[in-house]
């Protein structure tokens, strides 16, 4: 059932426009999701609460590996964006191959961006922040689970190899 959750960007683009046009809230998030975690978990749950749904954009493998390093992603972003996809607290998946998702904001032109708390306004990408600044999208900071990350769990289970 999680599949017809994952879309295409301009699946996502008409998903926008018809949630604007009924003054629906989307919230809007991105990353690499590589493992899924508790500290993940908590952040999506927040970000669903800030409006009326949650798109998950996912970078593709390539973004991930420019990002993270050639060691990552451990899983690929098909198998990502199904995991995430099947948590019901996130309403659309898609994977976008940019390491900046400003394209798929300017194309998608959500209500509210969340990002976690290891971000500020200030401190987003310029070009995403102007992205979403002319979209006129509310961007809501919320709070990191202490601890919790994939850097940490890949961390602590090479140390446990």
Known sequence: MSAGKIVT?????????????????L?????????????????LQAARDLGD??????????????????????????????????????DYVVIFPDVRVTDLIRLTRPQIYAKGGDYSPETLNPEERAALDAAGSKISILPLVPGRSTTNLLAAASCKI
């Open 27 to 43: 919230v809007f998030t991105n990353g690499c999701f590589d493992l899924l975690h508790v500290g993940h978990v908590r952040y």
């Open 9 to 25: 960007a301009p699946e996502l683009a008409q998903v926008s426009e018809a949630f604007a046009a009924q003054g629906k809230r």
């Open 53 to 90: 749904a949650l798109v998950v954009a996912v970078n593709g493998d390539a973004s991930v590996r420019a990002l993270k390093g050639p060691s990552r992603p451990v899983n690929p972003e098909g198998d990502r964006a199904e995991v995430l996809a099947a948590l019901g607290c996130v």
